[in-house]
């Protein structure tokens, strides 16, 4: 992993403590911040480095395949079952299984999980023959479990259980100082794999790599460092080779509420819109506010389902002033 900020030496530390026992381990973080590689690296780390490491996306599998996936099934268990099959937690045996985007489980297969984790026990989909295995759960997740749990998502007991051990980690925005290191890292990976002598980046392109806010975080930084190789023909990395909005030339897709209120988010992108406005710079301002909080808005009524309680507090603001803003932006059909 590459970081040296204060934020990534704490992930550091606190992964090598944990690596060395069997607890359960949970990830947490918005998506791209690496929680993959730190999994890789406990298992790495661990007195069972030996073993095997497996992953499993369980947002990528409908209930009925990841209940398959994960414990297995016989033949017979199902109309497709024409063989019987080994899951994923007997395959981990002696190892560590990585449950990937864990909050996408459903409601009743948390209640087999459950289990796995109190008991390390299971039955194969379609049999009644007790399986125990023995292998280190790591779980991630990119959503608040405990918002999860207040919306009847998530199962307050398996919450718990795979909260043993938490690691949050931090956003490329809250560890700025680690841009330039994770640039010269992608730019010696992707000058290589494209057989080209590594390219030096301007100080006019570094300073605006350092200043944007990278809602997709270290994923999105190498996306846009292997973009700017192709584009750069063996030259200097310079500006005008990465997106118009990393140079505060449009305006920002939001995702997601960032912390820090929505204020703090609409004033981060009008100071990169600015940097671009001539004499109509007050305009540019009033536009690119109405335009990032009707969006950012609306990005998180639909994240928290329209409930407006919820949404004011992960904005920053009160109910009033978001119902308020939900008329003036006719978000109705969004809210409720």
């Keep these: ?46 007195g069972r480095a030996s073993g095997p490491y497996i992953r499993v996306n369980c947002g990528a599998l409908s209930e009925s395949l990841l ?34 985007e864990i909050n996408s489980v459903s409601y009743k297969l948390q209640v087999k999980l459950l289990r796995v984790l109190q008991e390390h026990e299971f039955e194969r989909v379609g049999d009644t023959r007790t399986i125990t295995v023995d292998c280190r759960i790591v779980a991630a997740t990119n959503r608040d479990l405990l918002d999860e749990i207040d919306e009847g998502r998530f ?14 980690l931090p956003a490329l925005r809250e560890r700025p100082e680690d841009v330039s290191l994770l640039v010269e890292h992608f730019v010696r990976r992707f000058s290589k794999a494209n057989g080209v002598t590594p390219p030096q980046v301007t100080r006019e392109a570094q300073g605006f790599l350092e200043s944007y806010a990278w809602p997709g975080n270290v994923r999105e930084l190498e996306n846009y460092v292997e973009r700017a190789i192709v584009l750069s023909g ?5 500006p005008d080779m990465f ?10 897709r939001i995702g997601r509420a960032r912390s820090g209120g929505l204020e703090g988010l609409c004033s981060e992108l009008v100071s990169q819109s600015l940097t671009a406005a001539g004499d109509d ?24 389902q329209g409930v407006q309680t919820k949404a004011a507090t992960r904005l920053g603001i009160n109910r009033n002033t978001l119902h308020k803003k939900i008329e003036d932006y006719a978000l109705q059909s969004d809210a409720r």
């Design 67 to 100: 209940e398959s996936e994960l414990f297995g099934h016989v033949k017979g268990a199902f109309t497709s079952a024409f063989e019987s099959r080994t899951g994923r937690f007997e395959a981990a045996h002696g190892g560590t299984i990585f449950l990937d």
């Design 243 to 252: 997106p118009p909005h990393v140079r505060g030339l449009a305006p920002v």
């Design 155 to 168: 199962r307050e007991d398996l919450y718990y259980r795979l909260n043993v051990i938490p690691l949050y």
């Design 281 to 304: 710079a007050e305009n540019v301002h009033e536009r690119v506010v109405s335009l990032v909080e009707r969006e950012l808005i609306q990005q998180v009524l639909r994240t928290c």
């Design 1 to 46: 992993m590459i970081g040296d900020s204060a934020a990534m030496r704490e992930v550091y530390e606190l992964a090598r403590q944990v690596a060395g026992t069997s607890a359960t381990v949970l990830l947490t973080g918005e998506t791209g911040t690496g929680k993959e590689l730190v999994a890789r690296a406990i298992h790495e780390l661990s």
């Design 234 to 238: 063996g030259g200097p990395l310079s």
